[in-house]
């Protein structure tokens, strides 16, 4: 009970110590921010990347469509959290796990969905597909649909078989993600990445009666939905969605708020009748631009009816993944910013 007791007043506090300090550090644009005021793109101060106070042009928060932000527990949230930091976050109630499909443990894998489980968490598998060999990259996507990797696929099926806990799973996620050489099944033909993916899904069903709904995950951009692989191949659509000051004021000239970067995937995917989930969200940079940036986001989710999920990335991204000219961000957002959050937002 007092560590119950404990856990609710830490949420209070957060809620409490964010908006002061989004007040103390931006002044007038974050009570426009905290109290919906209209208030487009505009001169903010902030750290940004752990560097010294700078203005920066900041898109910052529209009102929210609905007039109050309200309290809503119809938003499931969960976390990629490899280290286990949230293990006793009870609100949040999918765990992201990454597998790659030539190289994961069994056991391992098992002992880590029945962990989840046991927490009263659901899963979100994402399965790599990584060849077996790097001089196989090229042909990867011909060589699932000839069955070179059949065993792999098996072996998932069967840990997916058993454990009872429902299950969502992604396969070949960022197929459309041309930034930098990441994955060696981003950026190819979509027609060959359609048949790889559908070969795939229809094999699992075969092989298991499972619990199972599966994400298609895109970056999400103007070709991605040449990638798509039918209405009866998908049961949700997944996105990432970061901040990372420094790449947006090289590309946009200003840094985006959730909104702006939510809105813009979203509106590409309209005519896909599918509900969305956030696969990946974090923040990178200062602290008080984390915790400016998340606050406006958890006002603003009330209001797309099709978001289902928000997912935290916890974790460093891998190096080199934005390229040379940035360093790797670090995703992770204060724990107890997660938890304040998220409680409220989970609270009647």
């Known amino acids: ?27 007038k644009e974050a009570l426009q921010a905290i109290f919906y005021r209209q208030a487009e793109s505009k001169l903010v101060t902030l750290s940004i990347d752990h560097k010294p106070k700078t203005k920066v042009e900041f898109t910052t928060v529209q009102p929210p469509k609905n007039k109050s932000p309200g309290r809503s527990c119809r938003l499931t949230f969960g976390a990629y959290d490899p280290t286990g930091e949230l293990s ?3 609100n949040l109630k999918i765990q992201h796990l990454y597998i790659s499909w030539t190289q994961f443990d069994h056991k391992e894998l098992l002992a880590g969905i ?7 968490r659901q899963i979100l598998l994402t399965v790599e597909p990584w060849p077996n060999r790097d001089d196989q990259a090229d042909t990867l996507l011909e060589d699932v649909t000839q069955g070179v990797y059949d065993e792999s696929i098996d ?12 299950k969502y799973v992604s396969w070949g996620h960022e197929m459309d993600q041309d930034l930098t050489e990441r994955y060696p099944w981003s950026g190819k033909d979509p027609q060959k990445f ?11 069903r075969k092989s298991t009666e499972a619990d199972l709904s599966f994400v298609w995950v895109g970056v999400l951009k103007d070709t991605s939905v040449r990638y798509w692989p039918g209405d009866e191949y998908v049961d949700f659509i997944g996105m990432p969605v970061y ?10 000239g200003f840094i985006r708020d959730f909104r702006t970067t939510f809105e813009e995937k979203q509106n590409l995917i309209v005519d896909l009748d599918k509900p969305l989930m956030i696969t990946e969200m974090g923040v990178a940079g200062s602290s008080d631009f984390e915790s400016f940036w998340l606050h406006q986001a958890f006002l ?4 797309y009816p099709r978001l289902t999920a928000v997912i935290f990335f916890y974790a460093s991204d891998t190096e080199g993944a934005w390229g040379k000219n940035y360093p790797t961000p670090d995703w992770r957002v204060h724990p107890e910013a997660i938890r304040g959050l998220v409680d409220w937002k989970k609270t009647d």
């Open 114 to 120: 029945s962990k989840a489980e046991a927490a009263g």
């Open 88 to 90: 006793d976050h009870n």
């Open 194 to 204: 359609i048949a790889a993916y559908r070969y795939v899904i229809d094999r699992i």
């Open 155 to 166: 072996r998932v099926a069967e840990v997916l078989s058993e454990s009872t806990v429902a």
């Open 300 to 303: 603003a989710l009330d209001d």
């Open 243 to 252: 901040s990372f000051p420094s790449w947006d004021q090289q590309t946009y």
């Open 1 to 27: 009970m007092k560590s119950r007791f404990s856990k609710q007043m830490s949420s209070l506090c957060v809620l409490v110590i964010l908006p002061v300090s989004m007040i103390l550090f931006n002044g």
